[in-house]
């Protein structure tokens, strides 16, 4: 069914937000808007699947949820591979078709005016205004492998074409965002707006008593990884130490000492008091993470997901510029590297998350 122009000009209308899970950055930098679309008083449901279903569900208890399909892109001890990659296209798209599926159904049943859709390619509906978020509209090929960065390319096309808006969170340079780079180096074109970062958290005058506070995140089975290394090697670091270990499913908080603090899931006002109090954050260098870091304006050491290249490419990155720093993961077993950070220059950074909602609210409008 297709809402007519009258049902859209209503004063509230019913917008469907889709959610990728990939750890946990999607669903976090989408609150923001989530949150903004409850408060213009938007009748809202929500799709995703695994972790980030969980999390929305805690942050946002007032909206409605479905379950999507988990797209299933994991992170081996190796990380990923153009092999791994290859084998899992088939399933990817019967998975894209099957979601598009279930949003056609519930948009004849709820009437959706319109839909947003935060890197979940089937979530778009003909008739409705969709909207597709992403940042990652080239994908970064292993080293050796650019000259197929191409058919990623081609692949993003295929799909952004069945959405009216793409919408980039970052902010423009004039040739690519200044954050995503390459990631997001794109001919102009009215259907593309860079809207501007987004971040769940905020900067906040607090005093920064934790020393180091290590955010644990991303998909499985690396971010059990990271959390190994990560307790590992607080017995050899001074000063107050604190763990997010990014699961949902949990409330936990563990103190196995005085100094250190672990939560299993702070929720989102807990976890922005957390990083505004901390001098050095240990993370991974995923797109979201660095979006809240900039916001921040904190020092940061950033270690990324073994074998996915965005992230590599995001730490050298942001290194390059002199934001941040990065290590590999092999490399978390020496405190020498988060000694070296702990004192460094922070970043300074002129945009904000609020600015970025009126843009997002403005195309909005233009599209319902």
Not at 238 to 260: A, F, H, I, M, Q
Not at 277 to 290: A, E
């Amino acid at each position: 069914m297709i809402n007519s122009q009258k049902d859209r000009a209503k004063k509230n209308p019913s917008v469907f937000f889709a959610v990728l899970n990939m750890g946990l950055g999607h669903a976090s930098r989408s609150l923001p808007v989530l949150w903004d679309l409850v408060k213009r008083n938007y009748r809202l449901t929500v799709g995703s699947s695994g972790r980030s279903l969980k999390f929305l569900q805690k942050e946002i208890p007032t909206a409605e949820f479905i379950q999507l399909p988990d797209y299933r892109f994991d992170y081996g001890p190796k990380g990923v591979t153009i092999s791994g990659v290859l084998r899992k296209l088939p399933s990817l798209f019967q998975l894209i078709h099957q979601e598009n599926r279930i949003v056609t159904q519930r948009a004849a049943a709820q009437n959706f005016d319109v839909i947003l859709s935060d890197h979940r390619y089937g979530c778009y509906v003909p008739g409705i205004p969709s909207v597709f978020i992403s940042h990652q509209l080239r994908f970064i090929a292993p080293a050796g492998l650019r000259i197929f960065e191409f058919l990623g390319l081609w692949f993003n096309q295929f799909f952004h074409r069945k959405f009216t808006h793409i919408l980039i969170p970052d902010e423009f340079d004039g040739r690519e965002g200044m954050i995503s780079g390459r990631l997001s180096r794109i001919s102009p074109a009215p259907h593309l707006t860079f809207c501007g970062t987004l971040s769940s958290v905020t900067k906040k005058s607090l005093p920064e008593d934790i020393d180091f506070l290590f955010s644990i995140s991303g998909p499985e089975p690396q971010r059990t990884v990271f959390e190994c290394l990560a307790r590992n090697i607080l017995p050899q670091i001074p000063g107050k130490k604190v763990l997010t270990l990014g699961k949902p499913e949990s409330d936990l908080v563990e103190r196995p000492s005085s100094d250190v603090e672990v939560y299993h899931h702070p929720t989102r006002e807990k976890m922005e008091k957390l990083l505004n109090r901390s001098k050095l954050i240990i993370s991974r260098s995923g797109y979201s993470t660095i979006m809240e870091l900039v916001e921040l304006r904190k020092r940061a050491l950033l270690i990324p997901t073994p074998g996915q290249t965005e992230q590599v490419y995001l730490a050298h990155r942001t290194q390059n510029k002199g934001w941040f720093h990065w290590i590999s993961q092999n490399d978390l077993t020496s405190p020498k590297h988060l000694m070296n950070t702990y004192h460094s220059k922070k970043i300074d950074w002129k945009f904000s998350t609020p600015s970025t909602l009126n843009r997002v609210h403005r195309i909005l409008e233009k599209v319902l």
